[in-house]
């Protein structure tokens, strides 16, 4: 089975709460929040407020993907805010099975994000203690970029590693996905795909929604 989580960095914020109702109509799983500071990466999106304010208005699992620095900071609040799932970057986290228990401590999934320069073999210590990988397919920061392909290579070897060690956590891509290149990572072994443009910058929500289901 395949998941469709909706990226709302790419839905019309002065009318978040319409697309968000749209896309819980149409079929989404998650709902992918991209929270990013201005620092790890060149935007600035929004903070613990915006995602409480969503938590009241959807059921849907709330996938807070945390593109900052220092994220135990704010992971507290993130928490509180109503989050299902938080992502953390492996790379800003030099203590990261700290992080990640943190994370649990607040009966919160824990997920780890790798960039697109960054091997899986720098996560392989910690796939034991997360629920979720997402691999990156473009560098973060914006919506709308072009897939990177060295990404469908990187969801196979993570799949084989968390097949050797017996581990059931989500792979989760997130990164120009549409029909295609979601159909290449999904066949590579994503059960987790991140959308944003694909959807909300589509005429029929519902339809593109589908047509990612349907890859599985």
């Not at 319409?18 to 990013?36: F, T, Y």
């Not at 807070?64 to 620095?69: G, S, T």
């Not at 034991?128 to 969801?155: C, E, R, T, W, Y």
């Not at 017996?166 to 295609?180: E, P």
Request: with cysteine; hydrophobic share 45%; charged share 15%.
């Amino acid at each position: 089975m395949i998941l469709v989580a909706p990226s709302i960095l790419s839905a019309n914020f002065a009318q978040l709460g319409k697309d968000i109702g749209k896309a819980e109509e149409s079929g989404a799983d998650w709902l992918h929040v991209d929270v990013m500071d201005g620092h790890f990466v060149p935007n600035l999106t929004i903070g613990p407020q915006v995602v409480a304010d969503i938590r009241s208005i959807t059921n849907l699992i709330l996938d807070v993907h945390l593109m900052i620095e220092k994220p135990e900071r704010l992971i507290p609040a993130f928490c509180d805010a109503g989050a299902d799932l938080i992502t953390v970057h492996s790379e800003t986290c030099p203590h990261l099975h700290r992080t990640i228990y943190q994370i649990k401590e607040k009966g919160v999934m824990a997920g780890v994000a790798i960039n697109p320069s960054t091997p899986i073999m720098m996560i392989e210590n910690i796939l034991s203690d997360i629920d979720l990988v997402l691999i990156m397919s473009v560098n973060p920061g914006f919506g709308g970029q072009q897939f990177i392909p060295g990404a469908v290579s990187k969801v196979a070897t993570l799949k084989n590693k968390l097949a050797e060690q017996g581990i059931s956590a989500y792979v989760q891509v997130d990164g120009g996905i549409n029909a295609q290149t979601g159909l290449e990572v999904v066949k590579a072994g994503c059960n987790v795909l991140v959308a944003g443009s694909y959807i909300f910058k589509s005429a029929d929500i519902s339809q593109a929604i589908n047509s990612l289901h349907q890859l599985g």
